[in-house]
T-cell receptor, first 114, second 113 residues
């Protein structure tokens, strides 16, 4: 069964460093998303991406964040200068349809900023 | 903006007992509604979704949910809990014109033998 994969499963970084979280969405999907879940809190939307551009972003997704689809398979989230409060589980999701399409989630990358 | 409220951050039931997890949403128009389950150290898996067809939605693993517009609710139920149902459950809403999912706080379900 097709699935969304994410690497690495756990990333530890020093405050101020740049990190890139990688995702491989399901191959025929067209809509891509990043969400995050701070420990003990709810899952929060960060950004959605379609047709090689951001289609929607939340207030969390500030200038420190960027997304890219560098090739036909990968979808990345970059945090330019990490802060302690960026420590969270980051989930990638993809869907084939907007609105009615189920968003399939990856297993997540746990980011720890020290 | 959409919001979702899940009443009860922790629910504990005995094996074989009814599971009822509550979800209320705020929306001026009927949204699309979802229940996701998260097992430890795993991603989110869709249990079921409501997309304005039948108000009673059946999902995987014996779960179902009923959309009640008058109560702005979408509670999740299962007639008989199994040990393997222990997980965190998230209710989510998707705006009809948007693509983001707005999640509730989550409910941790514990199933006691």
């Amino acid at each position: 069964e097709p699935e969304v994969t994410q690497t690495p499963s756990h990333q530890v970084t020093q405050m101020g460093q740049e990190v890139i979280l990688r995702c491989v969405p399901i191959s025929n999907h067209l809509y891509f998303y990043w969400y995050r879940q701070i420990l003990g809190q709810k899952v929060e939307f960060l950004v959605s991406f379609y047709n090689n551009e951001i289609s929607e972003k939340s207030e969390i997704f500030d200038d420190q964040f960027s997304v890219e689809r560098p090739d036909g398979s990968n979808f990345t989230l970059k945090i330019r200068s990490t802060k302690l409060e960026d420590s969270a589980m980051y989930f990638c999701a993809s869907s084939s349809d907007r609105g009615l399409g189920e968003q399939f989630f990856g297993p997540g990358t746990r980011l720890t900023v020290l | 903006a959409q919001s979702v409220t899940q009443l009860g951050s922790h629910v504990s039931v005995s094996e074989g007992a009814l599971v009822l997890l509550r979800c209320n949403y705020s929306s001026s128009v009927p949204p699309y509604l979802f229940w996701y389950v998260q097992y430890p150290n795993q991603g989110l898996q869709l249990l079921l979704k409501y997309t304005s067809a039948a108000t009673l939605v059946k999902g995987i693993n014996g779960f179902e949910a009923e959309f009640k517009k008058s109560e702005t609710s979408f509670h999740l139920t299962k007639p008989s809990a199994h040990m393997s149902d222990a997980a965190e459950y998230f209710c989510a809403v998707e705006e009809t014109s948007g693509s983001r999912l707005t999640f509730g706080e989550g409910t941790q379900l514990t199933v006691n033998p």
